[in-house]
């Protein structure tokens, strides 16, 4: 439950605009930033700053010269304020704006073990294993039949339900397509590590090798021996 409850709190995305690209004048001005928006960070005179990004997963984005910042659940404007304050120390007189070019819903994202972990554009029809091979597969570790959804739900009075859904990634493997899930625009997708991968692996990077020498020393010794 706290897995569910980190991924949820941190990598909340949804959103009830649709994906489209919109200049920062036409944005509500109650609209906070989430993971998963694409924004257009453009820095005057100093145009070699500008820069496209995407809000992470963690709700960090990467600036030029600034490196690693928060960004989720700050509105555009106040984004703005800050980025100006912080370039003033690089550029004279720094005018920074920003455009928000695709907001989350358009978007899926997959944590965990994952060979290229992020965010993939939604589209009608993408199932879980579509998801998967965009991504690059999966890790050695990954726990394929424990595999989580995470999904935004909003109701009839416009409250917003979580809903974790159970996916059986390794069934798909073995060809089972019935369990092949359909995904949603916003969904979260986490595929968690095998509780003895950890450890498992220690063992395979250095005991094993040193294992296979000492077999292969006293085999050798045993040969020697015998043709003696």
Do not use: C, H
Not at 15 to 39: N, Q, R, W
């Amino acid at each position: 439950m706290k897995i569910i409850s980190l991924a949820l709190s941190i990598l909340t995305f949804f959103s009830t605009i649709p994906a489209f690209s919109l200049d920062l004048g036409a944005l509500d001005k109650e609209y906070f930033i989430e993971a998963g928006d694409v924004i257009s960070i453009n820095v005057l005179p100093a145009e070699e700053f500008s820069k496209e990004v995407t809000v992470q997963p963690d709700g960090t984005i990467e600036i030029p010269l600034l490196g690693s910042m928060k960004a989720q659940g700050m509105k555009p404007d106040d984004l703005q304020k800050i980025l100006t304050a912080k370039f003033s120390k690089y550029v004279a007189n720094p005018s920074i704006t920003i455009n928000v070019r695709k907001f989350s819903s358009s978007r899926v994202a997959v944590i965990g073990q994952i060979n290229q972990p992020g965010y993939f554009e939604y589209r009608e029809g993408m199932r879980l294993l579509d998801l998967v091979a965009q991504a690059g597969g999966t890790m050695d570790y990954a726990r394929k039949d424990k595999v989580r959804i995470f999904r935004r739900l909003t109701g009839p009075d416009g409250k917003i339900a979580e809903q974790v859904i159970k996916a059986d990634l390794e069934g798909v493997f073995s060809g089972k397509m019935d369990k092949n899930i359909p995904l949603a625009s916003g969904d979260i997708v986490y595929i968690p590590r095998k509780p003895y991968s950890t450890a498992s692996k220690w063992i395979t990077d250095n005991l094993v090798p040193w294992a296979t020498l000492f077999t292969f020393a006293i085999t050798a010794s045993l040969v020697a021996r015998t043709k003696k």
